[in-house]
């Protein structure tokens, strides 16, 4: 039996009960992201919106690094509801979580690119945030 086990919680029995297959799906593709590649930039593909890319294009003047971090800027408290203390003290170690996720993914959709995945506790700034920029 594992430790949490041990205290009561069991994931299958909590995400039968309370997690549609459509939530897991928009979980997936948070944690795991597809990516769009256009302008030479890449996006998390939950982000991307070809229009608003191409006005931040012309506004950063075509600086790549720049406009992937404003793009693919993520405040994790735009993403969930937070109504525990313990969901909001647990919330950073969730970033690093998704962080190591995205690092990954990135490596293996461009495994000759380099990017980075930066995150952010949320001290001082919207909660806990995610980016991922070229280098």
Known sequence: MTGDEADGYHIQGFMSAHVTVAEAAALADLYWPNFVEYRDCVFLGFKFD?????????RL?????????????VHLWDYFVITLQSEYEALPALAESIATMWR???????PDRELEVAMSDGSGDYGPTLRLAGR
Do not use: L, M, P
């Open 104 to 110: 990954a993914a990135a490596r293996t959709a461009f």
């Open 50 to 58: 070809r229009k608003s890319v191409d006005e931040w294009y012309v």
């Open 61 to 73: 003047q075509g600086d790549v690094r720049a406009i992937e971090s404003v793009v693919n800027h």
